[in-house]
């Protein structure tokens, strides 16, 4: 299945390739360059169909579950104080989405939209921690009746669009689809500092499915 978050680029890029193909096929006849250009170009549709796929994910039930926002692998893991949301000590969780990754991104926890934020920045790599505070990224606080949890999409280098059409008073559900972060990039999720994490760094996470911390 392709996310709808990203139907705009597939199905050009989908388009691109057909037309290439075809020009190749018909107007080029030295066979080495022909069918060069027809294998670079069914490469490049394998690489946006692998990319903007959008698997369905068995989430765990739980409240207190804290539930990975991303596909990736956990990059940080330590000990901040979350001063804009949380407004309080907090455990913060990074996961790097590489361009072979899923870049869909689920809520991490049940509840109500209560804060968002887009803000315009820079695109270093991922990977860096800089990355957290200078690069393009929205700011997204989800809170229930009893749990508040933080997280960030930052753009990266390769990644210059963030999708995520929500606004405060949304319903949020965990394991549900909210946006997505085009081509390479990272999540941050902040949670209270008495929960329990689940992840260390080195592992991989699949949004949805993988939990990354209990909150008590």
């Not at 388009?15 to 490469?43: Q, R």
């Not at 969780?93 to 590489?98: K, L, P």
């Not at 280098?157 to 949304?170: S, T, W």
Request: charged fraction near 20%; aromatic fraction near 12%; hydrophobic fraction near 45%.
């Amino acid at each position: 299945m392709i996310t709808k978050y990203g139907y705009d680029v597939f199905f050009t890029i989908t388009a691109v390739v057909i037309i290439g193909c075809l020009l190749s096929w018909y107007l080029i006849e030295l066979k080495p360059l022909k069918f060069g250009l027809i294998g670079i170009l069914l490469a490049f549709f394998l690489f946006t169909l692998n990319f903007f796929r959008d698997p369905d994910r068995t989430t765990p039930q739980g409240g207190n579950l804290v539930i990975s926002p991303a596909d990736g692998k956990v990059v940080v893991v330590k000990e901040v104080f979350e001063d804009e949301f949380l407004k309080s000590e907090a455990i913060q969780v990074s996961i790097f989405m590489s361009p072979l990754n899923v870049h869909v991104n689920r809520y991490p926890i049940n509840g109500k939209v209560a804060y968002f934020k887009h803000i315009p920045g820079e695109y270093l790599v991922a990977y860096d921690e800089k990355s957290s505070l200078r690069n393009e990224r929205t700011h997204i606080g989800v809170e229930n009746e009893k749990h508040k949890v933080f997280f960030k999409q930052i753009a990266g280098f390769v990644a210059r669009r963030i999708v995520a059409p929500i606004q405060v008073g949304d319903e949020a559900v965990a394991g549900e689809r909210f946006g997505m972060i085009k081509f390479g990039s990272r999540v941050d999720v902040f949670v209270p500092k008495n929960s329990e994490i689940k992840v260390k760094v080195g592992d991989t996470t699949a949004a949805g499915e993988t939990v990354i911390a209990v909150v008590s």
